[in-house]
């Protein structure tokens, strides 16, 4: 048995002066409270108001996308992607087992049905292998030009790939394959603001990409999500359906279609931009700390899930893998009670009551890790 002891120890001296350490807690060292005063002050603290605006810009100019759409939140952003996309009711959309709910329950909402591909165990994201060796066997192209699932006869109409902890999968080939089978791709970037695959930000790769900005992660407004596209198109559309679909007049409300209540306050927004001003100290803060976990980890033979080559990852939560299952869970019970909070992956997808009929490739790697993975603390340290 190992000396978990020696693990929780060191997380304690890497995190000094806590009785508890969380798994990741926000930092509020910026113009957090300024900006929120001054929404506030301005008395536009919904949908409407500089800040939102100021986040768009911001989001354009830290990912290189041509447009940016604020959402109330990660899921929403998802939600009307897949709208935008075009998935309709018994469509089904590729997705992964080993991810938040969040992505399956957003294919859901449209009626669809997700189908899981296996992942690659160094990226914690969709195998480009997997999913080709799926397309190979189970696709066709018909005659109105869209992909079809022989076993299923349903259409395939959209791929959600998902950076995961912050990980770049490798979306490059992914979105190669997608585009051969007139795929829509859109990248569930949830999780990985400021981390690039070869040298382009994550959600630039498809259609659409969308983020979180929850509670827990690296740049936090409380809730918040936004879609980045290159479509001019897409980005008017998207904003058009997240204001209930209202058609700009100076007094009348007009609604030409079923829109949503998408939009991101103004108040979160606001927090937004004063997180998005420290987005590049945060990462840089976070990047110090995996150098600081690889190297302890290395030298207790654990293995400490790193970036792939031709990626840049933002580390949103570190990652090491135990031998089997009974090891994970002896880690998990020993850390939780000593004061270190520390979480195994999400259960499976295709595990759960409302997936478990879902058609899904062979998952031998989302098991493999499923069965061995524990998230750490990731806080950015003062």
Known sequence: MRDFKQITDFIKDTFPGNNHIPLHAPVFNGNEKKYVIETIDSTFVSSVGAFVN???????????AKFAIAIVNGTSALHLSLILAGVEESDEVLSQSLTFIATCNAISYLKATPVFIDIDRDTLGMSPFALADFLKQNIEL???GFAYNKQTNKRVKACIPMHTFGFPCRVKEIAELCAAYNIVLIEDAAESIGSYYLEKHTGLFGLMGTFSFNGNKTVTCGGGGAIITNSAEIAAKAKHLSTQAKVPHPWSFI???IGFNYRMPNINAAMACAQLEQLHDFVDNKRKLAKLYADF??????????EISDSKANYWLNTILFDTKEERDAFLEFANAN??????VWQLM????????SFNTDLSNSIWIADRLVNIPSSVRS
Request: hydrophobic content about 30%.
């Open 54 to 64: 100021k986040f768009e810009e911001m989001m354009c100019e830290i990912t290189g």
């Open 142 to 144: 018909r005659k109105d």
């Open 255 to 257: 609604h030409d279609e």
């Open 297 to 306: 980890f290395d030298t207790i033979d654990i293995q400490y899930v790193k």
């Open 339 to 344: 004061g270190v909070m520390s979480r195994p």
């Open 350 to 357: 295709h595990t759960l009551p409302m997936f478990n009929t």
